[in-house]
């Protein structure tokens, strides 16, 4: 093993990709390079192992760390890499460094030679082996050479996502990492192993690239999918397609909906017919097929008791008498109070009057 290493000038893109990474048990390492790039021109290979990424160790580093690590680079970006050698031990290469300021191993690849910081000290005996495994294992070197194959069974795992929130007749759902132990799955798409990254959703696997709409076959993004007669929709192609109608403009509803009198309406559509406000939850009255707001109404069609000048709400018993309404508990004798609906009355300046006082002074 070689190890060297080297500094990209930035910005963005850096012209590799990676593999590997603690989460798939196997070592960050370069598995492409863009022809002609900056990566390339300084001398990086594939199959070169990534040991550090602007000073800090990949050795814990799981594969969407490594990512993170690296956009977070700004104009420079400095990795060191080990790279392995046909002909020589399959035993990395180890110095001793008696101090820490002295004997700093470099190596030149197309550019100056640079410092290789000293290695992290070793983890205390007492804990839990964290030394890259090529470091502890004769014939890893030797298995994953870069000119072999191997096909390794990994613990693929990805973030799970919440499922919004919709008021739809079906269920929004969200694609969900694969639980574990399970054997290297099969693409549901295109019938080939899954190597990396995959998502299970309605009970099968997919490549994440390959998980898309079958409207407009775009990738279904994290904030979920329909399914309607077993194919995949994005939120987007859902409701062009399955979206009600509004009742006034006859347009789909792709966004908030009212129901209103057993039909479906834009919120902005359904309004009251005097000030065009939209009446959302709240309550309305209708006259002549129209709605009107609460305030409106009363205004413009409220009719008032005359025994105690509240209104007559819609539901209430009332009843006409001497040119006024009246609340079928507020029609009683001016003098007595008692109850005169139905009964033989007598006026006396537009106020009612049992037969027992129908000659009182009012």
């Avoid at 609906?341 to 009612?352: I, L």
Wanted: with cysteine.
């Amino acid at each position: 093993m070689e190890d060297y290493k080297v500094v990209l000038d930035g910005p963005a893109p850096w012209g590799f990709r990676l593999q590997g990474g603690k989460d798939f048990n196997m070592p960050l390492s370069i598995s492409r390079l863009t022809p002609a790039g900056k990566a390339e021109l300084t001398g990086v290979n594939v199959g070169d192992w990534l040991l550090q990424i602007d000073g800090e160790s990949t050795t814990n580093m799981t594969h969407i760390e490594a990512q993170n690590k690296i956009r977070a680079a700004g104009n420079k970006l400095s990795l060191a890499l080990s790279r392995f050698s046909l002909g020589l031990s399959n035993q990395p290469k180890v110095e001793n460094i008696e101090k820490q300021d002295s004997r700093n191993a470099s190596t030149k690849y197309g550019q100056d030679v640079m410092d290789f910081p000293p290695p992290p000290p070793p983890p205390p005996s007492t804990g839990p082996a964290v030394r890259p495994p090529w470091t502890t294992d004769a014939s890893f070197a030797e298995r994953y050479a870069p000119d072999k194959t191997t096909t390794v069974m990994t613990k693929h795992s990805q973030p799970a996502t919440l499922t919004p929130v919709q008021n739809r007749s079906s269920i929004l759902q969200a694609a969900q990492p694969a639980p574990s132990g399970e054997k290297t799955p099969i693409c549901s798409q295109c019938n080939k192993v899954i190597r990396g990254r995959y998502l299970l959703a309605l009970g099968r696997y997919y490549h994440p690239e390959e998980f898309t709409c079958s409207q407009c076959h775009k990738v279904v993004e994290e904030g979920g999918f329909f399914e309607e007669k077993g194919s995949i929709f994005c939120p987007r192609c859902y409701d062009v397609r399955f979206a009600p109608n509004c009742a006034k403009c006859k347009k789909k509803i792709t966004g908030e909906i009212m129901h209103a009198l057993k039909m479906t309406w834009h919120v902005q559509c359904f309004t009251c017919a005097f000030c065009k406000t939209p009446i959302r939850n709240r309550a309305f009255y209708m006259e002549d097929g129209q709605p009107y707001c609460e305030k409106d109404y009363e205004k413009m069609f409220g009719t008032k008791c005359r025994g105690c000048d509240f209104k007559i709400d819609a539901g209430d018993r009332f009843l006409e008498a001497l040119g006024f309404s009246w609340h079928d508990t507020c029609f009683v004798c001016a003098i007595c109070q008692c109850n005169l609906e139905g009964k033989t009355f007598y006026s006396k300046k537009d106020k009612p009057l049992c037969k027992t006082h129908a000659f009182s002074n009012v």
